[in-house]
């Protein structure tokens, strides 16, 4: 390997790099006039009337977890629908087997009402 197999990746970092140091310098550069309506916390154009700090219901949790494992099991669905001709019977006996567990946790977690917002 050479120095010129490197040459286009060098000059993509250089050049990453020459925007971020000038972007940051750039923003430091102009008059600063801090006032009180500056200063003020602001998000989405509505000022807060309420505490920031908020607590979330333990169903939100409880959903975006169902759905991360839900989701990830799901993904491995691809690579075995892939390979299911390489390996013929086996991986078909093994997706029935993963869909008839996904599904039983699946109605397991309806049968619980967790995916119910209360």
């Given at each position: 390997m050479d120095l010129y197999t490197w040459l286009p990746l060098l000059i993509y970092i250089i050049l990453g790099g020459?925007?971020?140091v000038a972007l940051f310098t750039?923003?430091?550069?102009g008059r600063k006039r801090p006032n009180a309506t500056k200063e003020l916390p602001f998000e989405s154009g509505i000022l807060t009337v309420q505490?920031?700090?908020q607590r979330f219901s333990?169903?939100?949790y409880l959903t975006a977890m169902l759905f991360i494992v839900f989701d990830i099991?799901?993904?491995f669905l691809y690579p075995l629908a892939v390979v299911?001709?390489?390996f013929g019977a086996v991986a078909v006996v093994e997706l029935v087997v993963f869909?008839?567990?996904l599904t039983a946790?699946?109605?397991?977690?309806?049968?619980k009402r967790a995916l119910e917002w209360r």
């Open positions: 020459g925007v971020a750039l923003s430091t550069i505490p920031v700090r333990i169903d939100f099991e799901l993904a299911l001709q390489d869909m008839t567990i946790a699946l109605a397991y977690i309806w049968r």
